[in-house]
């Protein structure tokens, strides 16, 4: 990690849940919650409780310089709402097989 530079990763025990319209995309008693220097908490949910069958892969990819490169889901109405890191770099590999909103409803 770059010097001031953090990333935590934990298991939660919140309930998470991702809502778009009245469709539930994700919902989640185990996500990760990932707290990086400089960005706001971020909860990873388990692929398996992600509706994946409503998301449609987007051609968009960023690229992390602490996490790897990230590629995207989309709704019609919701381009880029969801992204994971397939092949996530060796200090935040626990976020594998997980996705991450960009609003969530945590309780």
């Known amino acids: 990690?770059?010097?001031?530079?953090?990333?935590?990763?934990?298991?939660?025990d919140q309930h998470v849940r991702?809502?778009?319209g009245d469709q539930v995309l994700a919902e989640t008693d185990r996500?990760?919650?990932?707290?990086?220097?400089g960005c706001p908490v971020r909860y990873y949910?388990?692929?398996?409780?992600?509706?994946?069958?409503l998301l449609?892969?987007?051609?968009?990819?960023?690229?992390?310089?602490?996490?790897g490169t990230a590629s995207y889901w989309s709704l019609p109405d919701a381009p880029d709402l969801v992204w994971a890191y397939p092949d996530p770099k060796?200090?935040?590999a626990a976020i594998r097989n997980h996705l991450c909103f960009y609003e969530v409803?945590?309780?």
Do not use: N, Y
């Open 105 to 107: 409803e945590v309780s």
């Open 31 to 37: 996500p990760l919650v990932l707290r990086e220097t």
């Open 18 to 20: 991702v809502v778009h």
């Open 1 to 12: 990690m770059a010097r001031g530079h953090t990333i935590t990763i934990e298991r939660g």
């Open 90 to 92: 060796p200090d935040v």
């Open 45 to 53: 949910i388990p692929a398996e409780h992600v509706r994946l069958d």
């Open 56 to 67: 449609t892969p987007s051609d968009t990819h960023t690229h992390c310089p602490f996490k």
